[in-house]
């Protein structure tokens, strides 16, 4: 017993700090932000309550479905247009780059702009799609387009080319990795049981690298569906989405019970996808254990 | 080691109180402690200041309700100072220790939402127009109108103020003029009015740099604007534009400081308002951000006869044609949530 | 029988210097066990995976069953392949990897899976048919991979180097599971190893290779008897060299002279008279002769060592001329260990004509 208790305490700051750790750091904001969402918005700020309007109202004032909608309309369309991009490009790298040293440097091309400020990756693009940007200046040289056209900036395809722009690398990694781990005699085992390249890629790549897929998804997902940023530099009048309502909420509007209530929406909505995720990934892993 | 440890933290008490009393920390627009007057202040008082800026009104509750403390003055605008007064975030001011508090123009010293029970909370500091603004090359006949703003040959090149200000626009453009006390009707018509000139929005703009870049990169032609703000930088870079103030009128803001309550450096936050109402201050903050002052005396003592006259300094009318912010109260939510609603369209 | 693979020419060039398989031709009878013999390196694999259709031959034809299949794609191919780490598909289970061929073959689920069901007992492993290769032991995946490959009824089985992976015990009993396997089934098997006895144990014919050629094409005991050059006899076997020359032809064979005596080999080469030879005999074929015993060839040298290794003993001898051979000889019972030959004493090796192989040319020793 007593020789035990410097063990149990080593045990307790082991495993005490990380916990600590996890509920100053998680639990405690997750908590307090729960506690807001029950309150009363009361003029000039808001009262302690426990009452379920806040949730009420998300659902029944248009306008938070109508932004939630669009935020996971924009994210999804970030996360298949990232997947569409990134598994050919993570495929190719994998399966049909000869040259390392081309395979390592496409590679690092594709992940290099993390280290760059994502600020700075967003106001790119503004300067490409803007009407006296690049890419209008590159259609009108060529002559596609006779003057600058204002449909590339400021609308929701800009939100979702530059999101996806940003967030492609965490679509890539994670194939890229899954896709790697896969043997390469696996893709010649099934051509020797008769199954053509296209069978081949169905049957025993694609649900191999599933767990990639997963992972890639499930963060392009969740990282698009909380940013704020490109809506403000490359979105239009069309383009809020949810995490910039939420902003209103616990600004402009000094709202926070409202705004505390929309975060945890958000928040379900994320574990939904994450847990989702997870079990795709455990499915798959069993096989490849 | 223990004792340089000791001598450290001795040195750290006994310079704790001294330090802090000779700063002040200011919670306000950038421009306003700007280093080309604030230095000479610094150097006379003995005071050191320091500065943190916001980028919105909005900004003031939450930075002062989120374990504040820190701040001992702040300059909210006109539409914002009853609210820190009535979320107890700032004290009455002691407008005798205050020079040259009689020069400032009655009509500020009027506004409702600087004085509570009698005694005042702010200091008249600066102000200007929520004015209207074009590209010269793309107007042969200069607007005149907010209906301009709703001009559908002018699709995808406008740009209005992500603000509750919107709705004051867009009321105005309906004929609604009483724009800070609008009935749940006319906030409905105007929310209307912005729906449907959605479509022809470029882009909302949501800080100055923002609109700046929204000319310069030919996004934008007109858009309402700072008056005296971004078309200053838009000149500095060669990009012509004017401003104007429709026939529907302007918006007009005003700005004044405040002090937090139960700040401990009460001393310097006093000599910092002296200075700011001086004309050091005034001037100082004129030359910065173009923006008219309060102080009528010391804009005549500082300012050239051209500047005076362009920041219509003595012009009565001008400033009567505006329609000074007034604090929404308990109506604030109506119009937030009117313009929240056409964002999320 | 007719020939079901047939290799005219096959050379595969990866680049200038890497030369994979030089002009191989070699035909293999239906129902055959051959197997690709030669050190790491030499294209074995590099050849059954021509056969296979993983890789295209840079010259030459293959001809499959008579229609020349040379740049047919593996999976047009009837042809199957037991990979060297079994390539078993690991998100399915020991049945769907299995069955994983039939479905394209235009069976149905339930006919796929009666065959799955079947070769499965055929490779003994009839109860794991739901289980993960993850579950599985390194000699059952071993079996399954079988399984997989045969189930479909190939004109060819290919096997990469099939029992490298499996321990010393497992790899004996494999051998012999899957030559009766090869007899059960009928099927073609072209089996690729760097096992000599793995090789000669399990095969029909054996191909030793060397850089990418065929060194020697044959029944195993044939090569073990009949090496056709020294790379042969000493990869199969162990074999001593001793360098001569060609003295002449007698009625008993070929003569030569050679540092550590003169010898008598049965073998017949058409070389003239004086021609440098090499001289090889396997250390097995060589007695101690004992006191007023004789041989056809008699060489007399110096016991050098001798390691005793249970079943016999392994003595190295110094002969004539300073060339140190092996000489192995078993002990049939207690006695004969007090006749244990000691390291320094004079012998006599008695070899038969027809142990002594004769190659052309000299040979580093
Ligand atoms: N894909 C390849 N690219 C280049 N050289 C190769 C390739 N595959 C094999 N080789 C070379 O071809 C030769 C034969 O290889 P391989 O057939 O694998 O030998 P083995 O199976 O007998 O060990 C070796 O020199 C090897 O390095
Ligand atoms: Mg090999």
């Keep these: 017993m007593i020789a035990r208790a410097p063990r149990n305490l080593s045990a307790l700051l082991v495993l005490g700090i990380p916990l600590l750790w996890i509920v100053v750091f998680m639990l405690l904001p997750y908590g307090i932000i729960v506690t807001y969402s029950f309150w009363l918005k009361s003029y000039p700020t808001f009262k302690p309550a426990f009452q379920f309007g806040n949730y009420l109202t998300l659902l029944t004032d248009v306008q938070y479905l109508q932004v939630l909608g669009r935020t996971l309309k924009i994210s999804i369309l970030v996360s298949i247009l990232s997947l569409g991009l990134a598994y050919p490009f993570a495929w190719w790298l994998v399966f049909r780059c000869r040259s390392q040293a081309l395979r390592t440097w496409a590679y690092m091309a594709v992940i290099a702009p993390l280290w760059v400020s994502y600020l700075l990756r967003a106001y790119i693009w503004k300067t490409i799609l803007g009407t006296e940007g690049i890419l209008n200046s590159f259609l009108m040289s060529t002559g596609l387009i006779s003057e600058p056209s204002s449909l590339f900036l400021y609308n929701q395809f800009a939100m979702v080319v530059t999101l996806t722009y940003i967030f492609i690398p965490f679509m890539v990694m994670p194939i890229y990795t899954a896709l790697e781990r896969i043997p390469l005699n696996l893709a010649e085992a099934s051509a020797d049981l008769g199954m053509g390249p296209v069978q081949t890629f169905l049957k025993v790549t694609l649900p191999l690298s599933t767990p990639g897929i997963a992972a890639g998804f499930t963060l392009t997902f969740c990282l698009s569906f909380g940013d704020f940023i490109a809506p403000f530099l490359v979105g239009g009048p069309d383009g809020n989405l949810i995490a910039s309502v939420i902003q209103t909420q616990f600004g402009a509007a000094l709202n926070w019970p409202l705004g505390s209530a929309l975060s945890i929406v958000m928040l379900i909505i994320v574990l939904a996808i994450v847990s989702l995720s997870d079990r795709l990934e455990a499915t798959a892993h069993t096989g490849a254990a | 080691m223990k004792k340089t440890l000791t001598a450290m933290l001795t040195l750290g008490l006994a310079a704790g109180p001294a330090l802090a009393e000779g700063t002040v920390n200011v919670l306000t627009w950038e421009g306003y402690a700007d280093p080309s007057f604030i230095t000479k202040f610094e150097e006379e008082s003995g005071c050191k200041v320091s500065a943190t800026y916001v980028g919105s009104n909005d900004d003031f509750a939450p930075k002062l309700l989120g374990g504040g403390g820190i701040y001992d003055l702040i300059t909210p605008s006109i539409d914002t100072t009853a609210l820190m007064i009535d979320l107890g975030l700032v004290e009455p001011l002691d407008t005798a220790a205050i020079t040259g508090w009689n020069d400032i123009y009655p009509k500020f010293l009027s506004q409702e939402g600087i004085q509570r029970d009698g005694a005042y909370y702010g200091m008249p500091y600066v102000w200007g127009a929520i004015a209207f603004m074009y590209l010269d090359s793309a107007f042969p006949t200069p607007p005149t109108s907010i209906a301009d703003l709703w001009n559908p040959e002018l699709k995808g090149k406008i740009s209005l103020w992500d603000d509750k200000s919107s709705i004051y626009v867009a009321a105005r453009k309906n004929g609604d003029m009483d724009i800070y006390n609008l009935t749940d009707e006319q906030i409905e018509k105007a929310k209307a009015a912005l729906v449907e000139q959605k479509p022809l929005v470029r882009k909302y703009w949501a800080t100055a740099g923002e609109l700046v870049d929204l000319y310069k990169a030919g996004e934008v032609v007109i858009s309402n604007t700072w008056a005296g703000y971004q078309s200053g930088l838009l000149k500095a870079e060669g990009v012509k534009v004017t401003e104007f103030i429709p026939k529907e009128g302007a918006e007009g803001w005003m700005d004044s400081w405040m002090v937090v309550k139960d700040t401990p450096n009460k001393e310097c936050a006093y000599k910092f308002l002296n200075m700011q109402l001086s004309e050091l201050g005034q001037c100082g903050v004129a030359n910065v951000n173009g923006y008219s002052v309060a102080n009528a005396a010391a804009a005549k003592a500082c300012m050239p006869a051209e500047q005076y006259a362009a920041l219509h300094q003595d012009d009565p009318n001008y400033l009567d044609s505006l329609q000074v912010w007034q604090a929404l109260g308990d109506r604030f939510e109506a119009y937030t949530n009117a313009w929240n609603a056409v964002k999320a369209q | ?365």
């Design chain 3, 1 to 365: 029988m007719a020939a079901i693979i047939e290799l005219q020419r096959i050379s595969k060039h990866y680049s200038k210097t890497i030369i994979g398989v030089d002009d191989v031709s070699l035909d293999v009878e239906d129902g055959e066990f051959v197997t690709l013999l030669g050190p790491s390196g030499c294209g074995k694999s590099t050849l059954l995976r021509m056969i296979g259709g993983f890789e295209a031959p840079t010259h030459g034809m293959i001809r499959l069953a008579g229609q020349d299949v040379t740049h047919v794609p593996p999976y047009r191919r009837d042809v199957n392949m037991v990979f060297q780490d079994y390539a078993l598909f690991p998100h399915m289970t020991v049945g769907e990897n299995i069955a994983y061929g039939l479905k394209i073959q235009g069976r149905s689920r339930a006919q796929a899976r009666d065959m799955a069901v079947d070769a499965l007992a055929l490779v003994g492993l009839p109860d794991k048919i739901d289980q993960k290769p993850a579950q599985l032991s390194g000699g059952q995946r071993q079996r399954v991979a079988l399984a997989r490959a045969i189930v479909r009824r190939p004109k060819v089985l290919l096997l990469d180097e099939p029992l490298s992976a499996l321990d010393a015990r497992l790899r004996d009993q494999m051998r012999i599971e899957m030559k009766h396997l090869h007899e059960k089934v009928g099927i073609t098997f072209i089996m690729v190893t760097h096992d000599q006895e793995e090789a000669l144990t399990m095969s029909d014919r054996v191909v030793v290779m060397e850089k990418g050629r065929v060194a020697q094409d044959g029944r195993p005991q044939d090569l073990y008897d009949q090496p056709a050059s020294p790379y042969v006899a000493n990869f199969i076997g162990t074999t001593n060299f001793v360098a001569g020359s060609l003295t002449g032809r007698s009625p008993a064979g070929t003569r030569i002279a050679s540092a550590a005596g003169d010898f008598t080999a049965t073998a017949d080469l058409a070389l003239p008279q004086g021609a440098e030879v090499t001289l090889g005999f396997r250390p097995e074929k060589v007695r101690l002769l004992a006191e007023g015993e004789t041989a056809a060839n008699v060489v007399p040298g110096r016991i050098a060592e001798v390691i005793y290794y249970g079943l016999g003993l392994r003595t190295t001898v110094e002969l004539a001329g300073g060339t140190q051979v092996h000489v192995d000889c078993l002990l049939p019972d207690s006695l004969a260990r007090s006749a244990v030959p000691q390291p320094g004493a004079p012998v006599r090796l008695g070899i038969e004509p027809h142990n002594v192989f004769v190659f052309a040319g000299r040979v580093a020793a």
